[in-house]
């Protein structure tokens, strides 16, 4: 029997002994842990996390755990191999493309419910009790964020709402911060190429573009963050067309114009008037902070939210401009910037409808005026609501100042001449979306290989939109 | 054992053969000797020099890396690449380890990615090798129903590519609410078929009249095993050890799918980029950076990646170096990597 | 082994004479199926036999029969103990092996399934081989890796990179096995590389073959490149977007990127390599070199007629274990050309080509992705099988 035992003891020693582990080691309690997926980075991180502080303060009990997997493309990975084994976050960043493929999963929420939600809700966890007073945000509120922001999340903006048991009123995702595409100049070496203006034309880039070149023949005059993003601008300025709405004819890209206008792009990168982030293996903002005369950029149009790295430091004070167009009319301009997307019982807690009303109070933080205020000023990116442009410290900000009235310097002057780029009332006109759907991530990302491929000259435009065409699934 | 004597046969039969072919020779001995010994010689510089540029490859890549990691990024980047760094920037090393955290984002420091990979690493070697020795034992002394019919269909598994596995068990252990946890790194891993059959038969080969005598001296099963079979095979079990462990250290795939940075391993950890960030408290003052705005803050530093590379990558050669004779052997042995 | 022979021997009965080797080749290959099938039966057939045999009683009570019904009930039990030695191993891999590959069979027949759909219940258009079709056509309109581009890239790295590290591996064996100073500290830092992390080391082998810069201002070229300016050849980007290659098709040979990665799986792969040879070498019998010593053998003799065809048994241990590891190669790739392995894909591997699908939420097609791995593996295996046997047999 002696024997019997030992085996018995070793044996369920060795098996149990994970398992006591696995519940001794310090695991997240579901039920009350909010989990965010984010692509901040690290500074935009800690700014985060005063409103996890805040939200914490404000509802003992409850905990916030907020995971980075890396860019965009990343957290769409991370959350669509979640989904599959159902430990989705509770609230992730998003964009419209990526919404199109969580909405499938049915784990999507419904935020129309809590929106406006005047009732209370009483929680326990551990030996706190706490009433929320009001579940959604005030009339005020809501009357307060900018509307077309604001629209972009109803559920009628999507396809295949109606299969998830969604009505076309149904508001899947909340603009969190919203950004634009800003031209970036070195006015210091636009002056000494004989010009006073940044150029508000792509004739007219390309031409200082040439100037530059000749003054200084290793730099590389314009630098572009995003390769798919330029060709949905054009598509917008040239009326090209990129994709649709209609269910049998998404992808409208593959179309002549768009080959013209690509040829006469890989016509610049022959003469080294161009390089993108994928082509350069990082943000061109790293070369732009260099000057063109040791072999950097004049030019950089990227993101209003990455204002803070295209600081020229002490070689330059960098500007900000509005990214060249077509013509006078023709002066669209990307909208993006994350908005934030609600997902329903992850990692199977049993409190679901609770946790949603708690993450929507999370949510609720992260909207406010004070955090979107301070937010927008670490970043660059617009905030979405009005009533953040009528605080007083916020106003002085965004004429680059601070709150003592002293002029902004450095990285703070940009990011203050970003905020208000991508703010004004003329400019709001010119924003435009491409329409989601799902597969139109897959179109973004096609777009991205297709600028490269025929940039560097491996394909010429008319193969190069064939075969994204053909990845896109061709419908 | 039939295969090996039957090639032994053979080369001794190719040996035989050759023998008399090589039967009409030697004439002016000495003359023969000579020329036979500057031959040699010259054959002994060859096959050295020949070693020596292997061995010089080989090291190579480990040299450039820590030579690089305490450069600094301008050296680097220079168009001809200094072999030895002009100045030694230790502070790349100070910059990556902090490569900081916010206090609440899950994204880890290094020091808990650190504690993560020995946890695992310690945990699931252990485990591990308690599973892989009961079950070893079992299969080569214990008589049970059913016996060689679990033999041949574990050994059958071994057939199959790991990465069948990995999509079924990455919903089964999300489902069973394992992510984001040590265990979730550990479990699936416990099993491996191919050290227990390597210790099976390693076990097999111990005498069966040493478990006779065992018996009749009253020892049980677990007796025998603890007390004759394992210091019989400890080579081999301080081999597996030692492998089990590096391979954990090494893991990469399981972990980036099944949790979150501040539950990932050490080789995902260094997969990340590492930037010029600004340091908000150094010893070199507040909101320090290693170049200013030279590299910006959003480019990836490779001097930096190589600092990262070689806290990884060290810790394998220091264990290297004191256990050589048993991660050598174990290699020889079961010829596997982890 | 011996049963087979057994069972395949009504091969040689068949008269030879009356049909071409054509003919032959299709009796005797159907004889073998037969065959195995006729194993497989017997084996199962005598485990069923063993099962349900009524056992005399001595099997069980080899001490008497005046035992109770309780003791004789422990002593079966006690009998059967091993099963609780198993039973971790055994609960363990019913769950993360066996299961799994069930799944695997299941999934890949359930077409377009996504696992992720409708709360985690999964959906899916009907049955059938939709998966396996979309997936060998690269039609899965998710601008996915293509499967056909990572089984050639998988094929190519592998079938070129493990013959050229056993040949190179072979060679410097030769020349450890026959110096007799400094052989342990060769030794040790050849072996140094097995040590190493590949994604760790994959990074490093990058910085060797990259040009930092912009194309109207390049920093560096990378060591390779400047050391292949000496003679005059002109900088290659080995492993960015500009990376040379050819077009057959739709697809892509990006032959700068495969000659990276081959060096670096040659590197990674020498330790383990020279190390079996070597101790192989070690162990044979010192009477043979002896001898041959005595009859004056020059040392390209020693080596062709003695030492390589001992060492045989371990070169094909090395080329099989070689071929498998490179079918599965992922790490190292992802280490070289980042997760996104090259450009659109174009260095993708079979086993990142399942990675790529589990992060698109296309669970049907990572399924049939895997089994079709799976299966070449073991076509690759039974290929192996055929030749070392082959081998063995005429040697």
């Known amino acids: 029997m002696k024997k019997f035992l030992t085996v018995a003891l070793v044996s369920c020693f060795a098996l149990t002994g994970c398992l006591m582990f696995g519940a001794c080691e310090q695991k997240s309690d579901y039920d009350h842990t909010i989990v965010f997926y984010s692509s901040q980075g690290q500074d935009l991180a800690l700014v985060t996390d005063t409103a996890i502080e805040n939200f914490k303060e404000k509802y003992p009990g409850w905990e916030v755990e907020h995971s980075q997997p890396g860019g965009y493309d990343e957290v769409l990975r991370k959350v669509r191999s979640d989904l599959t084994a159902g430990i989705q976050p509770d609230v992730a960043y998003c964009y419209a493309d990526h919404v199109a493929q969580y909405i499938a999963s049915g784990t999507v929420v419904d935020m129309s419910k809590y929106l406006k939600s005047a009732e209370s809700h009483t929680y326990t966890v551990g030996d706190v009790t706490k009433t929320i007073d009001r579940i959604g945000f005030t009339d005020a509120d809501v009357e307060s964020f900018i509307d077309g922001y604001f629209e972009e999340g109803y559920a009628k903006n999507f396809t295949g709402y109606e299969a998830a048991g969604m009505t076309a009123e149904a508001l899947i995702t909340l603009p969190f911060v919203k950004s634009t595409e800003a031209l970036y100049y070195n006015p210091t070496a636009l002056k000494q190429i004989d010009y006073d203006a940044p150029p508000t034309t792509w004739t007219e880039l390309w031409e200082m573009c040439k100037k530059a070149k000749a003054e200084w023949p290793i730099c590389t005059p314009l630098g572009y963050d995003s390769e798919a993003n330029w060709f949905i601008t054009m598509s917008e300025q040239l009326e090209f067309g990129y994709t649709s709405v209609d269910p049998n004819n998404h992808f409208l890209f593959n179309n002549d114009r768009a080959k013209e206008w690509l040829t006469e792009i890989a016509g610049y990168y022959g003469k080294g008037y161009i390089t993108t982030q994928q082509i350069y293996g990082s943000y061109t903002s790293s070369l732009f902070t260099k000057g063109p005369a040791e072999g950097g950029l004049v030019f950089c149009i990227g993101s209003t939210g990455g204002a803070k790295n295209q600081s020229g430091g002490d070689l330059f004070t960098t500007e900000v401009a509005p990214i060249p167009g077509v013509d006078e009319d023709h002066m669209q301009c990307i909208s993006q910037g994350p908005s934030l997307v609600m997902f329903t019982g992850g990692h199977g807690v049993s409190n679901a409808s609770e946790k949603e009303i708690m993450t929507f109070q999370f949510i609720k933080e992260l909207l406010s005026v004070s955090f979107q205020a301070k937010f927008s000023r670490a970043s660059g990116y617009a905030p979405m609501r009005t009533d953040v442009y009528d605080n007083e410290d916020f106003k002085l900000f965004v004429e680059g100042k601070d709150e003592d009235g002293k002029n902004l310097t450095g990285t703070d002057l940009i990011i203050s001449k970003c905020v208000k780029a991508g703010s004004g009332e003329d400019f709001n006109k010119r924003l435009f979306t491409s329409p989601a759907f799902v597969g139109s991530s897959t179109a973004r990302e096609q777009m991205t290989s297709v600028v490269q491929y025929v940039l560097l000259g491996q394909k010429d435009a008319d193969r190069a939109l064939r075969d994204a065409y053909k990845a896109c699934g061709g419908k | ?338 | 082994m011996e049963e087979k022979k057994a069972n395949t021997d009504p091969i040689s009965e068949t008269p030879p004479k009356e049909h071409n080797r054509f003919v032959r080749y299709f009796i005797n290959l159907g004889a073998r199926i037969k065959g195995w099938f006729v194993d497989k039966y017997t084996a199962v057939k005598d485990f069923f036999v063993e099962l349900f045999r009524k056992r005399p009683k001595e099997e069980f009570e080899p001490e008497g029969p005046q035992l109770s019904r309780g003791e004789r009930f422990r002593r079966g039990l006690k009998s059967q103990s091993g099963w609780l030695f198993v039973a971790p191993a055994l609960i363990l891999m019913a769950v993360f092996t066996f299961y799994p590959i069930i799944a695997a069979f299941i999934g890949s027949f359930q077409q377009d399934y996504i696992a992720a759909a409708n709360q985690g219940h999964g959906s899916f258009n009907g049955w059938g081989f939709g998966n396996f079709v979309r997936v060998l056509k690269g039609d899965t309109g998710t601008g996915g890796a293509d499967f056909v581009q990572c089984l050639v890239n998988t094929l190519v790295l592998t079938f070129v990179s493990v013959p050229l590290s056993t040949l190179l591996a072979l060679l410097i064996s030769v020349a450890l096995n026959s110096i007799k100073k400094v052989q342990k500290a060769y030794q040790t830092i050849l072996f140094l590389p097995y040590l190493t992390n590949a994604l760790a080391m994959g990074a490093v082998f990058a910085t060797f073959f990259k040009i930092i810069g912009t194309a109207s201002n390049t920093e560096t070229v990378g060591i390779v490149n400047i050391v292949l300016g000496w003679f005059g050849i002109d900088p290659i980007d080995w492993v960015g977007l500009n990376s040379p290659h050819w077009e057959i098709g739709s697809m892509r040979i990006p032959w700068a990127k495969y000659i990276v990665a081959i060096i670096y799986e040659i590197w990674s792969g020498l330790p383990f390599k020279i190390l079996i040879l070597f101790s192989a070498m070690q162990s044979i019998n010192k009477q043979y070199y002896d001898a041959a010593k005595v009859d004056g053998a020059s040392r390209w003799t020693v080596l062709w007629k003695i030492t390589a065809p001992m060492i045989m048994p371990q070169i094909s241990y090395l080329l099989v274990t070689g071929i498998m590891g490179g079918m599965k190669q992922y790490s190292a790739i992802v280490g070289l050309f980042g997760v996104t392995m090259g450009q659109d894909y174009d260095m993708g591997t079979m086993v990142g080509y399942l990675y790529n699908y589990i992060e698109l939420g296309q669970t049907g097609y990572a399924f049939a992705g895997s089994l079709m791995l799976f299966v070449i593996i073991m076509i690759i295996t039974w290929i192996n099988n055929k030749v070392t046997k082959k081998r063995t047999t005429y040697r």
Not at chain 2, 299 to 324: E, H, N
């Open chain 2, 1 to 338: 054992m039939p295969k090996l004597f039957k090639k032994k046969n053979a080369s001794e039969a190719v040996v035989g053969k050759w023998d008399l072919s090589a039967g009409d020779e030697g004439f002016d001995a000495e003359k023969a000797q000579k020329r036979e010994k500057i031959r040699h010689v010259i054959k002994d510089i060859l096959v050295y020099i020949f070693l020596t540029v292997c061995a010089v490859l080989a090291f190579l890549p480990f040299y450039w890396m820590i030579m690089s990691s305490v450069k600094t990024e301008m050296e680097f980047r220079e168009s001809v690449p200094t072999f030895f760094p002009h100045t030694f920037q230790w502070k790349n090393y100070w910059m990556v380890f902090h490569q900081a955290t916010s206090a609440t984002s899950s994204s880890a420091s290094f020091g808990q990615i650190l504690i993560n990979t020995l946890v695992v690493g310690i945990l699931s070697t252990l485990l591990g090798l308690v599973v892989i020795v009961i079950t070893a034992y079992a299969l080569a002394r214990m008589e049970f129903k059913g016996k060689n019919i679990l033999f041949a269909l574990m050994l059958a598994t071994m057939m199959i590519p790991g990465e069948l596995f990995t999509i079924s068990n990455y919903i089964t252990v999300a489902k069973a609410q394992m992510n984001n946890s040590y265990t979730v790194l550990i479990l699936p891993f416990l099993v491996s078929v191919y050290y227990i059959y390597l210790l099976r038969n390693n076990f097999m080969q111990i005498p069966n009249s040493l478990y006779q005598a065992a018996k009749v001296d009253g020892l049980s099963d677990m007796g025998y095993l603890i007390k004759v079979m394992i210091p019989l095979t400890a080579p081999t079990l301080i081999s597996i050890t030692l492998l089990r462990f590096i391979g954990t250290w090494n893991s990469y795939i399981w972990p980036r799918l099944v949790n979150t940075q501040s539950w990932q391993m050490i080789t995902n950890w260094v997969t990340g980029g590492f930037v010029d960030r600004i340091q908000p408290t150094s010893p070199w003052g507040d909101n320090w950076t290693l170049y200013g705005s030279q590299y910006g803050s959003s480019q990836p530093l490779d001097t930096l990646k190589m600092a990262a590379v070689c806290m990884v990558s060290l810790p394998l050669l220091v264990l290297f170096i004191f256990c050589r004779k048993y991660i050598m052997r174990g290699v020889s042995k079961s010829g596997t990597k982890g």
